[in-house]
T-cell receptor, first 112, second 115 residues
């Protein structure tokens, strides 16, 4: 079954606002990754957070990880129209055979 | 300088035909992948090759056959195309064996439409 589930499925905000997307997963993970996909393009790796980390920053991106709740959130601050895209979380299971599994994504629309 | 390039970008073909999608990466990565993204945006791994050796072969019909002539290339050949094969196919590569430590670099996708 699918490992990562993003929430919400779609999000529409005004430029300048913050956008928060959540990812929940079911099994123990080694790390969790966030990707962005612009319409008609491939996925772009944004940030990776390991299971022993709780928070990570990259520019306007902030990712948190709560392994006790098996969830992660991606915060985009001061959003721009160019942030309009689908955002996916990908989990890497811990132990045994590692495999990266993607969720179905959150579609973010930033209105200028 | 495209890191992972795949061709063609669009492919429209009739049922029953055989087609190929090509992928090349210039990142020096050892591992390459094929992913299928369906109409609901769900990404599912199909194959993974590490230095020309098949290491992941998910439950994909044997009409799909990957070929890796060298570690910079991973092509996907599909026989007897069916309507359900319509999707976007992504090639990707990673520095480590499973994309686990550094993530993937994706190509821009091939939109396959079977009519």
């Amino acid at each position: 079954s699918q490992q990562g589930e993003e929430d919400p499925q779609a999000l529409s905000i005004q430029e300048g606002e913050n956008a928060t997307m959540n990812c929940s997963y079911k099994t123990s993970i080694n790390n969790l990754q966030w990707y962005r996909q612009n319409s008609g393009r491939g996925l772009v790796h944004l940030i990776l957070i390991r299971s022993n980390e709780r928070e990570k920053h990259s520019g306007r991106l902030r990712v948190t990880l709560d392994t006790s709740k098996k969830s992660s959130s991606l915060l985009i601050t001061a959003s721009r129209a160019a942030d309009t895209a689908s955002y996916f979380c990908a989990t890497v299971r811990s132990g045994g055979y590692q495999k990266v599994t993607f969720g179905t994504g959150t579609k973010l629309q930033v209105i200028p | 300088d495209t890191a992972v390039s795949q061709t063609p970008k669009y492919l429209v073909t009739q049922m029953g035909n055989d087609k190929s999608i090509k992928c090349e990466q210039n990142l020096g990565h050892d591992t390459m992948y094929w992913y299928k993204q369906d109409s609901k945006k769900f990404l599912k791994i199909m194959f993974s090759y590490n230095n020309k050796e098949l290491i992941i072969n998910e439950t994909v019909p044997n009409r799909f056959s990957p070929k890796s002539p060298d570690k910079a290339h991973l092509n996907l050949h599909i026989n007897s195309l069916e309507l359900g094969d319509s999707a976007v196919y992504f090639c990707a590569s990673s520095q480590d064996g499973q994309g686990a430590d550094y993530g993937y670099t994706f190509g821009s996708g091939t939109r396959l439409t079977v009519v």
